[in-house]
């Protein structure tokens, strides 16, 4: 499976941006989502992760009660609704997907495709 990313941009604090991942060559309907992202000069970090049927749902601590991901099983796509955006998010978010139902240990997923940057800045 081919995973893209979509809809990263500048955006000012505060703002909300939906990135979209579609796939491609696979179905995701019975595989755990999910997004990791990379800022400049630091490491992955984890985002979020869903299981099968929104099972699992996992959200890493800093974005916790401001970011949303949802999938849509019709259009094999996945989202992640950022709100309330702070200058630390910004980085290049990747979607991903696990080979099993189970958000991955540490968010060692195995697929991902390429990134789409998403800069918060005044």
């Known amino acids: 499976v081919q995973l893209q990313a979509s809809g990263g941009g500048l955006v000012q604090p505060g703002s909300s941006l939906r990135l979209s991942c579609l796939a491609s060559?696979?179905?995701?309907?019975?595989?755990?989502v999910g997004w990791f992202r990379q800022a400049p000069g630091k490491g992955r970090e984890g985002v979020s992760c869903?299981?099968?049927?929104?099972?699992?749902?996992l959200y890493g601590l800093s974005v916790q009660g401001r970011f949303t991901i949802s999938r849509d099983y019709a259009k094999n796509t996945v989202y992640l609704q950022m709100n309330n955006l702070k200058p630390e998010d910004t980085a290049v978010y990747y979607c991903?997907?696990?080979?099993?139902?189970?958000?991955?240990?540490?968010?060692?997923?195995?697929?991902w495709g390429q990134g789409t940057l998403v800069t918060v800045s005044s």
């Open positions: 060559g696979g179905s995701l309907d019975h595989r755990a």
């Open positions: 991903a997907a696990a080979l099993t139902d189970t958000c991955p240990v540490r968010w060692d997923f195995n697929v």
């Open positions: 869903m299981g099968p049927s929104d099972r699992s749902l």
